[in-house]
Each structure stands twice: as structure tokens, then as C-alpha cells.
């Protein structure tokens, strides 16, 4: 079973950025797609970014230019670079994994505010 946990959110002034990295450990994270969402008071959990297996990867709209995801299967790491950071990007962060067997995995979330 693997455990993920999130590190890195925080408060930060409009226009500044963060680095949100997650930790997979107890597992072969190398063979899951990773991905990165965010639930933000009153709304749907939403997918930001993932990566695949073989590191193509997707964005939402809206962060799309300003958000960077990226892995390094080396240390079991997925980080989400944030840059230009909106209000509309304060949310709650998790980070989810799905196996090659569809297991899916999530861990405890990130608090991200942007707020001058």
C-alpha cells in the first residue's frame, strides 16, 4: 500500500509562487500515474495536474503557463511548481496516484492561501 504525504503549501501574496511536493513511500510509485487536486470551500475537488507513468503530462485550464508538474521516480517525488499565484488558486492540494493494478491512493492535502 502506498502512503502519500504533501508538503510545501502556505501563504503567499498574489503573484507569488510555491512548490508543493509529495512523498510516496510504502510502494512502487514509478508505476502510477500521479496526479495533483485541489478542493477549494464550497467547490468540487478538481484535477490540476498529472503526470504518467511515462511523464506526459496534463493541466487544467486555468493553470496552464503558471503550473509545472514533474517526478522524479529516483526519490518516489511528484512537486507541483506554482508561479503567479491567483486567489482563485486557494485551495486545499491533495495528491493521488492510481496503479497499473487501479489502485488509487490520496494523501492528507496541502493547505495553499493566496491572500495579500
Known amino acids: 500500500q502506498v502512503q502519500l504525504v504533501e508538503s510545501g503549501g502556505g501563504l503567499v501574496q498574489p503573484g507569488g509562487s510555491l512548490t508543493l511536493s509529495c512523498e510516496a513511500s510504502?510502494?512502487?510509485?514509478?508505476?502510477?500515474?500521479m496526479a495533483w487536486y485541489r478542493e477549494a470551500p464550497g467547490k468540487q475537488r478538481e484535477l490540476v495536474a498529472s503526470?504518467?507513468?511515462?511523464?506526459?503530462?496534463t493541466y487544467l485550464d486555468g493553470v496552464k503557463g503558471r503550473f509545472t508538474i514533474s517526478r522524479d521516480n529516483a526519490k518516489n517525488t511528484v512537486t507541483l511548481n506554482m508561479h503567479g499565484l491567483i486567489p482563485a488558486d486557494a485551495a486545499a492540494y491533495y495528491c493521488?496516484?492510481?496503479?497499473?493494478?487501479?489502485?488509487?491512493?490520496w494523501g492528507q492535502g496541502t493547505q495553499v492561501t493566496v491572500s495579500s
Open positions: 503526470i504518467s507513468m511515462t511523464t506526459r503530462t
Open positions: 493521488h496516484g492510481k496503479s497499473v493494478f487501479n489502485s488509487e491512493y
Open positions: 510504502g510502494g512502487d510509485s514509478r508505476r502510477s500515474d
